[in-house]
């Protein structure tokens, strides 16, 4: 059975035909659109390293079947820099250590792009933290990721600008 869906990803439209009901959004990324950037820590929900933007909002693409998304609009984190120049919120995440492997940081990225969005942020260190806890790092770089949600937040307001 082939199931057709269509979904906007990082801006491009892309028509896709489903051979199984049960792919999640998060292997169809990587296996079938070849976008690896989004990473698989747990596959389960508990670790935040598959976030992206679902319509705006912050999802973990391990828990949404592609199947339930037709017509959705996806951002992952290769949708951030699309013209090679980097987010302000990648931008802080270097500048502020927020990252050690790497491994966790396009969901730490993209869960702050989205948090941002939300005008959850504030100017609050333990708000951040709170709003950033779906995502861990077995690094430990709390300190500098905070740090850079706080900065780039401090940015694009004063920017007005939109997060995504
Ligand atoms: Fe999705 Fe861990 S891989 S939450
Ligand atoms: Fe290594 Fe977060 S930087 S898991």
């Keep these: 059975m082939r199931i057709p869906i269509t979904l906007t990803v990082n801006g491009s439209a892309r028509a896709i035909e489903l051979d199984d009901p049960r792919v999640t959004l998060l292997d169809l990324l990587r296996e079938r659109l070849d976008l690896t950037g989004t990473k698989k820590g747990c596959d389960r929900g508990q670790c935040g390293a598959c976030t992206v933007l679902l319509d705006g909002r912050r999802v973990n693409a391990c828990l949404a079947l592609a199947v339930s998304l037709d017509g959705a609009e996806i951002v ?67 300190a500098g990721i905070t740090e850079a949600v706080l900065a780039a937040q401090a940015e694009m307001t004063g920017r007005g600008e939109d997060a995504a």
Excluded: K
């Design 76 to 142: 992952t984190v290769e949708g951030l820099a699309p013209e090679g120049r980097l987010h302000p919120v990648q931008a802080a995440f270097i500048a502020h250590d927020g990252f050690q492997c790497g491994f966790c940081t396009p969901g730490q990225i993209m869960s702050a792009v989205g948090l941002i969005r939300e005008g959850q942020a504030g100017s609050d260190p333990e708000r951040v933290r709170e709003g950033m806890s779906g995502n861990l790092c077995r690094c430990g770089a709390y």
